[in-house]
């Protein structure tokens, strides 16, 4: 009896070690993959954010480039600062899109300037009445902005993905998260009931020895 009861005292104690242990290291995994999923979530929110950036610039330069149509068609003159207000909005948010995704811009940058510039070379051509060379340059300025659209598009495209891929790992860690706190709160409880366990077969197995004669 002694010695069955000292063998489960001692397997309780080696359970209450087991427990201890496996409850450390899931707890020590949950803090980390809550770290990783907050990371995700901050990284996801840096795509979503330039990608938003860039179609605000997309949609500035185009309505930049419907007024520049209307202004050649008509030469109305009040239609200038709408153009350059939004041709400005454009290239401010062009600029924070770059910042904000940490792409290389140098092509952005060069492709944007020479559409500002090819845009003040079409109002001065119909500002100086010449009609037919500001119609031309604003054909040449159209197929250039489509071009620099794609490219813009295609940045777009990979920022939007990369934050469907940011997204889809942060639910991947809070989930091991989660299933790492159930695992750590139950071998918390097995070392908390392996511990009662040891300590009720140590107090039995003291009492037993007491109530023997001695010799």
């Known amino acids: ?33 809550n770290g ?37 068609a008509t030469g109305d003159a009040t239609l200038i600062p709408q153009i350059n207000e939004h041709t400005s909005a454009g290239v401010t948010s062009l600029t924070a899109a770059i910042q904000e995704s940490g792409i290389d811009g140098t092509a952005f940058i060069e492709g944007g300037s020479q559409l500002v510039q090819g845009e003040g070379q079409i109002i001065a051509l119909r500002q100086a009445g010449d009609v037919q060379s500001a119609i031309a340059g604003l054909q040449q300025l159209s197929t250039q902005f489509e071009e620099f659209l794609a490219v813009q598009t295609a940045v777009i495209t990979s920022q939007d993905a990369a934050a469907v891929t940011a997204r889809d790992d942060a639910e991947t860690a809070d989930a091991l998260t989660s299933w790492m706190v159930i695992g750590a709160a139950v071998f918390a409880i097995g070392a908390a009931a392996s511990g009662i366990l040891h300590i009720r077969r140590t107090s039995s197995r003291r009492r037993t020895l007491d109530a023997l004669p001695s010799a």
Not at 1 to 8: I, L
Not at 57 to 72: D, F, I, K, P
């Open 36 to 72: 990783v999923a907050s990371s995700k979530v901050d990284d996801a929110e840096g795509y979503e954010s330039s990608a938003a950036l860039f179609r605000q610039a997309e949609g500035e330069g185009q309505q930049a480039g419907t007024l520049l149509q209307e202004y050649v």
């Open 1 to 33: 009896m002694s010695t069955t009861g000292q063998g489960s005292s001692r397997f309780a104690l080696l359970a209450v070690v087991l427990c201890c242990i496996i409850t450390v290291a899931l707890a020590v995994g949950a803090f980390w993959q």
